[in-house]
């Protein structure tokens, strides 16, 4: 008991020391009370610093009883009674009086222990004595009397080599140093162990310390996670950096290239830390090419640069909030450094538990590696530390002072209690004083470390004048030299150069940097003997000392707003500077301190007590964060993640520690659910907070809005609950501002009595011109918060250092809460209060005051603010204005837009000055202001489309055109927001032709005639960077809401019999047609009349087009059908369906697509041609000389709703055309359109000519299989991180909805398939713990599949149960999965958007993940068509299978609105024909169609266009309906067209006649643009084109400016650029144009493309290639360059053979390489030609492969012999035509005139039979037919 009591004692020695108290804790424990009232009172009397010495008081409690017992059964009861006179002052002890009052009237009948007993068990007599007793013995004495009387926390007692000193003021407590641990040089690891590469990293260093040497095999040689707890000093930077060498080597090659790509975290405790270990860290990797970046408060990082930087270096927090979002780096970090690990201790603590609890969750779910390295000063408990990180035993190392390099002697002062405060001050500079005498006299040098910059001067002078007034002055010189005294006088600071003089120097951060590196430089060339600084210098600049003196330990902390003692961090930091390397053997570290605070740094620095967490003060929060990030989902998630906290490791030690009882200490289940109950606590307060969504019956949580934002802005729970009850839709300024200064994170500022004269002189300056104040405002926390923003914007000065450290503050949270305030406003959708926050958000960020010119910002003083990043010194790096000219602006109060209007001289006139006009407009162009030219298209009613073209209105530098700004849009109507989205804008995209844009949708059914709307576009930093444009809904141009629905009739379901075919009916399997084609039926199969079917998708719209066929099938069998789809993988899809079902009853079906063009017999012979709309549109236009086209009898159009999308024209065309050829022709063409349900079917069935029998618009609620959609908002703003938060929710949605039924996953690209597929696999691993996860069929047979598979991620995935399918797998491949995935032997397939047009796959659950793809000709994600989305959706629910289907769209917060309005209801279809008009106009000119202006007009009438024109006007900007307006419009559409059509000389226009020319006929017939003949009859005409040009030529026509060019390509553009024989433009590297030449070249060198998506671009490019160059043949045949046409002949055949035209002939054939081609010239044979081996006999070919020794197997050569059959050989002969003669061609004195023309009649005949009718060498994947020219 005395041992546990003295301990207690050393904890709280104010309130225990006392006899009295522990006679009655004695009596509390021998007591018959339950151990829980024991307990809790013990807590309240001891306090809860000694809740684990409780504890273990209630373990020894029955021991204890016992003893007592024992003792007063052999004494008298009444010996030994104690009477104590103790007069107790404390409040605390009264407390703890009435208590003990309480006890004794519960126990009365209990036995009582007396002093005596206290004698009995140990205690001391001095103990014993009461206050009068020992008032004059020495507080020392007594203090360390009770130190040895106990054992000491954990029973560690006092050193023995302690031994203390007695002064008159003060008393001196010295620890000698610990002798330095002797280790032999042959016993250390020289750097030679290291291999070659690394060792210049260790460079000036030739063995590894012992220290080091001790952790070098667990470091460097495994990938375990280390924990070194070693002396701060003792070499643990070159721990972090072997750790770091470790990873290199990890991510090197064999050939010592680092490949893999790898993230080094290092998380450094303080700001100023972090900047040195970068210094650091940088110099010494430079070598290896590693990039080392900041990334702090200060340092910011854009996205690119990211991704560049190899080691990061921050702060806990700030690390905190970059993981706090789904950061696509986080699963590249290889290494995560944490420096300081013991802060687990300090307030910041529970940061750190969160990152490290965050890592060791992702590693687990992701089953990646992330190693932690953890570096600490020495600790006591580092095995808890240890256990906490996942540290095995072999890397956790432990050492003591002995390995300190320089041994370190530690002085403690402890200052006796005196009067006043004032007096205490001086007795510490005394203390102090003494001691720098004593080290200077030792001619060493000292520094003193104070807490303020302040104190600096402050406490140098004072101990200059003790120096004066002792006569020591004399012991401080220094020998400068004179270089030394001329630079200290060129100083303009003061103090600086008076200390100077007398050896003395002080360094702060207020000093300006040139005065800090002179005092450094001074201190290390010893030209200073006493250097005073503030703790910084401890932490940023490396500047050992002798001996370093820490004079007073209270220091002002911002965040809590009050002075506090400083952190044992700091005291081991400055301790470690102590002692100079090389040079000292010992070092010497003093702390000076009152005799109250003493007791607590010998404890930290001495005794070493064990390092406990703080986790539980932050729960709340950090439970929030993970709540957002989707980590935690319900309590059972929850309880899993505080496993990976510090808290749970030391919990399950000392829970008396945490509040537990001590039955649940030895209870872990009731332990448990006491962590469950704490869990439940703070959920149920994030619930009531609005953070979470807490839900009590099943402990689910999931995020909010305000959660999310509070997060990501790092805003407390308090906080929130403060925004909850006062935020409003509208406030005043001044409203805001109190509700601002109501946050939580400034409740801690408070008043002084020293700064209230600088702050009552604020308040009349803040009520004069800001907002108005009272003067007792002055004392408030809103008053002083107010008054400190206001001398920030303003750049009051402060000289009170309090003052200016909480405006620091202010300023730094400030930016933060307004800008979460502003998010919130946001998602609440309060224009008014949004615009405003970001206004005020922006001026603190910017430091420009409402009536300031937005010109501030570029000044010194608005950039040199540095509380934020964005007024750090590097945001902007375009010089600075000054501030005589900004003042002189405002003064003048010259806006931003004026200065842009003024003519530089009419601005030099106002300012007086050429040079400050120029200036003015230089930076006023700075300013990121854009141009926004809206144009509104309305789609229904109440939703208008607003489609904004972006210009800048401003200059930016040169080093910023390859950057991107964040741009805000948004649409309101003064009230509500209608619309908002983030939009990254790349400002090279500003320099093209084609400007940026923008288009999105709004709402407008609440508007009225009359009413306003404002487009906003807002910078995301720049103040004064917006632009507001107004704009007015005209009503009476709105569309009428018209939408006739084709109601689903209650029918009897009709059986397939009712085709009374036996052989169509063969082919279904089942036995009835559903609803919707029951209701068709009638009109389909027994009437000829046009019919649009518009019905939701899956509703079997295949079948009801099948139906109309069989009609054709049954009553013309002779004629044919078309089936257009349009997509090419819809168009495969049918086919390889009717392939088989068609085929089978005798019908031939033919592909006419891009990819294959049948020959004229096939296309004859074809019964079913599916093609796509761009095809057919060029096959039939020349239908007049195609007879297979005029046998057209049914066109089906598939998805003909896509009309409204790019390829819509192309459709419009074609029904055009065929109604058009019908009435030529007077047969019936019938013309079937299948869509989705649609608003306007009506518009449609008039223009297809559909009567009512044959108009089917039936709703989008009528599906089969019905549709059950769930639609969820994410709110990150980045593409990547959002898709990687939708993750987890689609894996519990499969988990809930379809865990043993199939589960599509639509994406937008092919690295979303393979990030999908792998996260769901780690689900799968963390929650299920499955090895198998959703495979349906033993490992064993997976395996057999797998071992043919050929991509490597579809291998791991299919492990899983899991599929991957999208276009750049290689065929068989996507076969294998499709199969897999049709057979439910896997469960889900993750998937691009393709799929849902192509393969045919329902799924009871489908997850439409992300609605927006990467544009690259936008250069930005836009969104998925609603048709898209639609279609996917239609792949839901599985008919004969599934009662209903599911589907869960996730997309941006911003667009869930618009998807549930257009999910739900048909939407209208529009034209987009205007756009594409001039080259369809073309196209009817050229097949003599279209003569006239008049002829183009009614041909328009034709369109559907002309059909929506009316209907919707606005939509295509007529603003006149009447049938004037109407004629007047389409009058000036087609002069407009004409126009375009006439300057790119495809026709020619003369008195309203048009006739076509050959450009227009070229155009035409090789189905190219106007625009691209016009481009090549330019660039083709004049001098003969090299090679080089021709392909820069065809490289750039409009045709390619699809080619994607997706993200980080141009770098991989830039490596391909190496590769190939061209140079290309390598500023235009992200340009379609220039990857299409790369890839050109890349085709014929036959270079190896860097991944699979540039084979599909090539595929891509050599789909129009082809086209492209005939159209060019052509071309200059019409110019006449006979050089250049064959050049273009001879790159056809370069094209289409895959080769360059100097390679070799032979290289096309099977077996032959480049070494057998050089064989073959160089022998006998001198075979150089194909034409050579055409032309010899087989045999004669195979003698020469044998003696050349090509060993060539018998089927590669039946395969060269099959290739050199196939070639043509033909015979060609001429003659002149008309009796010419031949030789007269020849003859100089030739009769032909130039100019004329010479018939010339050619014969062909063929050398061989059976020639292939197909190139033999097409490299080009296109099925065509030979051909010559």
Sequence with gaps: FKDLYMQATVLNPDVLRSPDIALKVLNMLISNQSLDQIQSELVDLLGFDCIEIVGKMLESREAIAKSVKALESTKPSDKGKFSSNIIIKKESEIQFEKEMRKGAKRNKNTTKADTGILLDLGFDENFLKNEEQIKEDEEMEQYTSQLEGGSGFQNKALPSTLYEIQEKYYTEQVLPAIPKAAVSKDHLIPIEAFEEWCRPAFAGISHLNPMQTQVFEATYFTNDNVLVSAPTGAGKTNIALMAVMRVLKNAMDENGTISEPFKIIYVAPMKALAAEVTEKFSSRLKYLGIFVRELTGDMQLTRIEMARTHI???????????????????????????????????????????????????????????????????????????????????????????????????????????????????????????????????????????????????????????????????DFDCCYSLASKKEVEKS????????????FGIHNAGMLRKDRTLTEKLFKEKNLKVLVCTATLAWGVNLPAHCVVIKGTEIYDTNAGDFRDIGVLDVQQIFGRAGRPDYDTSGLAIIITTIQKMPKYLEMLVYQRPIESKFLTNL???????????????????????????????????????????????????????????????????????????????????????????????IRAETIEVFNETLKPALTDDEIYRMFCECSEFKQIKQREEELIDLNILVNEVSENWIELKKEDACTTYGKVICLMYAYLIGYPIETFSLVADMAYIVQNGVRILRGLFEICMKRYWAYMAERLLKISKMLDRRVMDWMSPLRQFSTFGNLGGYTASTSSSFFQGGYISDELVQKIESLGITIERIKEYELNELALLLRRDESAKSAKQFASYLPILDLDPTLQPITGNIIKVHLEISPDFHGEKDDMDKAKGIGFGVDD?????????????????????????????????????????????????????????????????????????????????????????????????????????????????????????????????????????????????????????????????????????????????????????????????????????????????WQHREYVQKVALVVIDEIHL?????????????????????????????????????????????????????????????????????????????????????????????????????????????????????????????????????????????MIIRRIKDSNLRHALMFGIGIHHAGLAESDRTTVEELFANERILILVTTSTLAWGVNFPAHLVIIKGTEFYDAKEKRYVDFPITDVLQMMGRAGRPQYDDNGIVCIYAQEEKRNFLKTFLYQPFPVESSLADQLPDH?????????????????????????????????????????????????????????????????????????????????????????????????????????????????????????????????????????????????????DSPYTKTNLLLQAHFSRVPLPIIDYMTDTKLVMDQCIRILFAMVDICSQIGSLETTLKIMTLTQMVSQGQWYYNSSLLNLPGMNHNRIHALYHSIYNIETLAQLVEMDFKEINKILDELGFNMSNAEKTQLFTALKGLPLIGLEWTLAEGAKEESLWEEDTHFEPGSIVPVKITIEKGKKNISKRPVFNKTGRMTEIGFW
Excluded at 340 to 355: M, T, W
Aim: aromatic residues 10%; proline residues 5%; hydrophobic residues 40%.
């Design 620 to 714: 709340k929060d950090a439970l929030n964060a993970e709540v957002s990030l989707g980590t935690v989902t319900n309590l059972q998630e929850a309880m899993r993640w505080l496993t990976y906290t510090y808290f749970y490791v030391r919990v399950k030690k000392s829970p008396l520690t945490y509040g537990f009882s001590l039955d649940e200490s030895k209870n872990p289940q009731l332990l448990s659910l006491n962590i469950e109950k704490r869990i439940i606590e703070a959920s149920k307060a994030l619930n009531i907070f609005k953070m979470v969504r807490y839900g009590e019956n099943n402990y689910t949580m999931s995020t909010t809005a305000l959660g999310r934002i509070a997060s990501n802005f790092y």
């Design 974 to 1182: 003064g009230h509500d927001i209608l619309h908002f989205e983030y939009f990254v804008l790349h400002l090279k995209a500003l320099l093209k032709d084609e400007k940026p844009t923008v288009t999105f949708a709004i709402p407008i059914h609440k508007q009225r005639a009359g009413d306003l709307f404002y487009i906003r576009c807002f910078s995301d930093h720049w103040y004064g960077a917006d632009t507001i444009v107004p704009i007015e809904i005209d009503q009476s141009l709105l569309p009428s809401e018209e939408t006739l629905h084709t109601e689903l009739l209650d029918l009897n379901p009709l059986p397939k019999s009712a085709l009374q075919n036996a052989t169509f009916e063969s082919l279904y399997k089942f036995q009835f047609f559903n609803p919707i084609q029951t209701q068709t039926f009638h009109t389909l199969y027994h009437h000829d009349t046009n019919a649009l079917v518009g019905a939701p998708t899956g509703s079997g719209k295949t079948i009801i087009a099948e139906i109309a066929m069989f009609r054709v099938f049954s009553q013309t069998p002779d004629k044919k059908i078309i089936y257009i789809a349009p997509l090419k993988a819809l168009a495969k899809e049918r086919l390889r369906d009717w392939n088989v079902r068609l085929v089978g009853i005798g019908k031939k079906v033919v592909e006419l697509t891009g990819d294959y063009t049948p020959d004229i017999n096939a296309l004859n012979a074809a019964d079913v041609l599916v093609t796509t709309p761009e095809k057919w549109d060029g096959i039939s236009r020349n």
């Design 312 to 474: 990061i270096v921050t702060t806990p927090e700030k690390w905190d909030v970059v993981t706090r979002k789904s950061e696509s780096i986080a699963p590249l970090v290889k290494l995560l450094i944490l420096d300081e690990i013991h802060l687990l201790d300090d307030e910041r603590g529970p940061v750190l538990e969160s990152l490290v609890a965050r890592t060791l969750r992702q590693v687990e779910s992701s089953q990646s590696s992330i190693r932690i390295v953890a570096l600490s000063a020495t600790l006591p408990n580092y095995y808890d530390v240890a256990s906490f990180l996942r540290v095995p035993d072999n890397a956790c190392f432990y050492f003591d002072g002995s390995y300190r390099p320089v041994p370190l002697e530690q002085r403690f002062i402890s200052v006796k209690s005196v009067v006043n405060k004032q007096q205490q001050q001086n007795i510490m500079l005394e203390a102090c004083y003494d001691k720098v005498l004593e080290q200077v006299r030792n001619d060493q040098q000292v520094m003193v470390f104070v807490h303020s910059r302040r104190d600096t001067i402050k406490t140098a002078e004072g101990l200059l004048n003790l120096a004066v007034i002792n006569g020591e002055v004399g």
């Design 1481 to 1629: 106009i073309n196209a009817e000119v050229a097949a003599g169609t279209l003569t006239s202006r008049a002829a183009c007009i009614n041909y328009l009438t034709w369109t559907y266009y002309f059909r929506r024109l009316t209907k919707n006007p606005a939509y295509y900007n007529l603003h006149d309906t009447t049938a004037e307006g109407v004629n007047e419009f389409l009058t000036g559409l087609i002069d407009s067209v004409l126009g375009k059509l006439v300057e790119s000389k495809c026709i020619e226009l003369e008195d309203g006649f048009i006739q076509p020319l050959p450009m227009g006929h070229i155009a035409s017939f090789y189905y190219v643009t106007h625009k691209t003949v016009k481009i090549l009859s330019e660039q083709l005409t004049g001098t003969s084109q090299t090679f080089e040009d021709l392909i820069k030529i065809i490289s750039r026509v409009p045709e390619f400016s699809e080619v994607p060019v997706r993200h980080n390509e141009d770098s991989l553009n830039e490596e391909l650029s190496r590769l190939v024989p061209l140079p290309v433009d390598q500023k235009s590297l």
């Design 492 to 503: 303009k600071n003061r103090d600086v150069r008076n200390l100077f003089e007398h050896g």
């Design 1203 to 1343: 009309l409204g999308q790019d390829r819509g024209p192309v459709l419009e065309v074609i029904v055009s055309r065929m109604r058009y050829m019908s009435s030529q022709i007077n047969t019936n063409v019938r013309i079937i359109g299948l869509s989705t349900a649609l608003a306007n079917a009506h518009d449609l069935g008039n223009w297809l000519g559909i009567e009512k029998p044959g108009f089917f618009n039936f709703k989008p609620s009528v599906r089969p299989v019905p549709l059950q959609v769930h639609v969820d908002g994410f709110p990150e703003k980045a593409y990547c991180p959002r898709m990687a938060t939708m993750n987890k929710p689609a894996f519990n949605a499969i988990m809930t909805y379809s865990p043993k039924k199939p589960t599509l996953i639509f994406v937008s690209s092919r690295r979303q398939t393979r990030l999908t597929a792998f996260d769901l696999i780690a689900h799968c691993s963390a929650q299920l713990g499955s090895s198998t996860g959703f495979l349906q069929i033993p490992g064993e047979e997976m395996d």
